[in-house]
């Protein structure tokens, strides 16, 4: 949306549209008590509803911006990769403020942790299981691996700490290993997911593991299982929009939450943002997943008082 005047300045509205796989009837919509029903109500098609319609009121309706250009995208793969945040940031318009549609129950959020995902790796000598004396149990192997990890490093990890988002975190949620029982297994795999605070890089956190490890005289091999870079989130809340965004929302600090958003990706390509909108996490992917529809029409409220606002 072109403002009256010459564009000085420029918001983005960029909720994403794609959802976690579901059965098909968890598609079809549904309206209890208040609240719609349904895969992807919560994240993020209430956000959506809410961000598209503050923008059409406006649309419709004016009176527009006199010079902030207004900017409405829909993201695909915010579940995956975010394919969408990642080329927005990278050959879309850049802005002044992006508000990422997520469900914080209508909080303003202006930091969220970081997401590394790290790929361990054991290896051994196969042999048969009636004489494991004559091999070298990988699984055995990481296991060491693992009580190291969940023992001193996350001790290590507790005594980091972020004012909005606490201390990072560790969990597995893969392993793979060996072949059947009565060999022994010459090779073992971990998943780990590594919830990063803003000051820790990729780089940064491969030192300190790896150099535990070693300190242990354990040398898994160590590889990152997913390419593109996820990096936690911090946009200063003093920044003007982000003020007057608060006011919009009539709320009176910004925080963080744990996971991880399309903010991230369009922050590193320039843009700073905030996250914003209907809904709590904890209904987001479940299996009856759910909103309500007072808190998408608060939400369309606080998104169309910023818009009316703006210069």
């Known amino acids: ?64 911006p006199k010079n902030t250009e207004i900017v409405f995208v829909g993201l695909v793969d915010e579940e995956f990769g975010q394919a969408g945040s990642r080329a927005l940031a990278q050959k879309g318009p850049q802005g002044d403020l992006a508000i990422a549609g997520e469900p914080t129950k209508l909080q303003v959020v202006s930091a969220h942790k970081g997401n590394l995902w790290i790929r361990l790796g054991t290896k051994g000598k196969a042999a048969h299981g009636s004489t494991p004396e004559n091999g070298k149990n990988a699984i055995e192997s990481m296991t060491k691996v693992l009580q190291c990890l969940f023992g001193e490093y996350s001790k290590m990890l507790a005594k980091k700490s972020h004012p909005l988002l606490g201390s990072p975190t560790l969990s597995i ?119 309500s529809l007072k808190e998408v029409e608060k939400c369309r409220d606080a998104i169309h008082r910023f818009l009316i606002g703006l210069e």
Request: hydrophobic share 35%; aromatic share 8%.
């Open 173 to 291: 949620g893969r392993i793979t290993g060996g072949s059947q029982p009565n060999v022994i297994p010459n090779h073992c795999e971990i998943d780990l997911d590594r919830r990063t605070l803003p000051d820790e890089t990729p780089a940064s956190v491969k030192k300190e593991l790896t150099e535990l490890l070693a300190f242990n005289g354990l040398f898994p091999s160590y590889t990152g299982a997913r390419e593109a870079s996820c990096p936690a989130l911090e946009t200063d809340p003093k920044l003007p929009l982000v003020r007057s965004f608060l006011k919009a929302a009539r709320r009176r600090q910004t925080y963080g939450v744990p996971y991880f958003t399309d903010a991230s990706p369009i922050a590193m390509g320039g843009t700073p943002a905030v996250v914003y909108g209907p809904g709590d996490i904890a209904q987001a992917h479940a299996k009856d997943e759910w909103v």
């Open 1 to 64: 949306m072109r403002p009256v005047g010459k564009v000085m300045q420029r918001v983005l509205l960029p909720p994403h549209l794609d959802v976690v796989p579901a059965e098909k009837r968890a598609f079809k919509p549904k309206i209890r008590k208040g609240n719609l029903h349904g895969r992807g109500s919560c994240d993020t098609k209430g956000s959506v509803a809410s961000f598209f319609s503050a923008f059409a009121m406006l649309a419709q309706g004016g009176p527009r």
